[in-house]
């Protein structure tokens, strides 16, 4: 069975740091894209980043560049999500993804297969 967990989020300050992780079990990131995604409320999902499978060449979403950093343990089969200098704009649902062949068009990231249930992170003024 195919499955993805979140996990990590919580409350934290602004211009404060968290780390998400993403267990996969079914499949693993050798051979499938890694994807974080964002919901805030009363907006739509957004990805955010994306990690390839072959070379872990990585992609960040302007709202997140320089900030936020995608990384890869293939021997535990998780992907991490490190968040800096987080702002209440970076509060959401972060989901996790994965795709055997994700692509990038202006900015959205399609492809994705696989879908975790979510985890809340939450940034307070």
């Known amino acids: 069975e195919v499955q993805l967990v979140e996990s990590g989020g919580g409350l934290v300050q602004a211009g404060g740091s968290l780390t998400l992780s993403c267990a996969a079990s079914?499949?693993?990131?050798?051979?499938?894209?890694a994807g974080w995604f964002r919901q805030a409320p009363g907006k739509e999902r957004e990805g955010i980043s994306l990690?390839?499978?072959?070379?872990?060449?990585?992609y960040y979403a302007d709202s997140v560049k320089g900030r936020f950093a995608i990384s890869k343990d293939s021997a535990k089969n998780t992907v991490y999500l490190q968040m800096n200098s987080l702002s209440p704009e970076d509060t959401g649902v972060y989901y996790c993804a994965a795709g055997k062949t994700p692509t990038i068009v202006i900015d959205t990231i399609y492809g994705m297969d696989y879908w975790g249930k979510g985890t809340l992170v939450t940034v307070s003024v």
């Open positions: 079914g499949f693993t990131f050798a051979a499938y894209g």
């Open positions: 990690i390839s499978a072959k070379d872990s060449s990585t």
